[in-house]
């Protein structure tokens, strides 16, 4: 069975700091898929990133990086120099190989004060 | 532009009616799916397909019932049977499962 834990239900931070959202998983697979997804104020997802788990490398994405570690599990997503308009809920995603479906974590709602 | 179309944004029903949501997509892609979010929650899959004329049940099925006639359409039906069905429900579509999703901007009902 997979699961997907994000730990922090809740984090806000002010304008300009950065901030870290855990993500933590379980697969007995060993081929699988991580994704991140931003759920903003009007309810409707935003893909942000795709990874495989055999692609290790950190991934940045102007303000945004990605932090895979395999040893622990987790798929940590940062945000750097926060704005107000990253406010939203974040998801974590899992997909097993062999045409799984996808296991969303319980989300993360980020609040950016100004 | 490509994306998915989710119609109405907003429903009311009667206790004791089935309603049917509706979801259209012209992404090309052959997986969809539909999940249900209650206030404060994470996102529950109800049904998903990966192809024209096949679907399956994801992990909140009972009392609703899908069909999937064409590759770019994937409508819901809550049946009178869904004890709780007030809640915002999202479409999704994806070239395959284990492909990102790319969701529709939900239809949020309310049964009274």
């Known amino acids: 069975a997979q699961k997907v834990t994000q730990a922090q239900t809740e984090i806000s931070v002010v304008e300009k700091e950065d901030v870290t959202l855990d993500c933590v998983y379980e697969?007995?697979?060993?081929?699988?898929?991580l994704f991140w997804y931003k759920q903003p104020p009007s309810g409707e997802l935003v893909f942000l990133i795709r990874?495989?788990?055999?692609?290790?490398q950190n991934e940045i994405s102007g303000r945004y990086s990605w932090n895979f570690q395999k040893s622990t599990s987790s798929f940590n997503f940062t945000i750097t120099a926060s704005q107000v308009v990253d406010s939203a809920v974040y998801f974590c995603?899992?997909?097993?190989?062999?045409?799984?479906?996808?296991?969303f974590g319980t989300g993360t709602k980020l609040q950016v004060i100004p | 532009d490509g994306g998915i179309t989710q119609s109405p944004k907003y429903l009311f029903r009667k206790e004791g009616q089935n309603v049917t949501l509706s979801c259209e997509q012209n992404?090309?892609?052959?997986?969809m799916y539909w999940y249900r979010q209650d206030p404060g929650q994470g996102l529950r899959l109800i049904y998903y397909?990966?192809?024209?004329?096949?679907?399956q049940k994801g992990d909140i099925a009972e009392g609703y019932s899908v069909s999937r006639e064409k590759k770019e359409s994937f409508p819901l039906t809550v049946t009178s049977a869904q004890k709780n069905p007030t809640a915002f429900y999202l479409c999704?579509?994806?070239?395959?499962?284990?492909?990102?999703?790319?969701f529709g901007p939900g239809t949020r009902l309310t049964v009274t």
């Open positions: 999704a579509s994806s070239e395959q499962l284990t492909y990102e999703q790319y």
């Open positions: 697969t007995r697979d060993t081929t699988y898929y």
């Open positions: 990874r495989n788990s055999f692609d290790e």
């Open positions: 995603a899992l997909s097993g190989g062999g045409y799984q479906k996808v296991t």
């Open positions: 992404l090309n892609h052959d997986a």
């Open positions: 397909s990966q192809i024209v004329n096949d679907f």
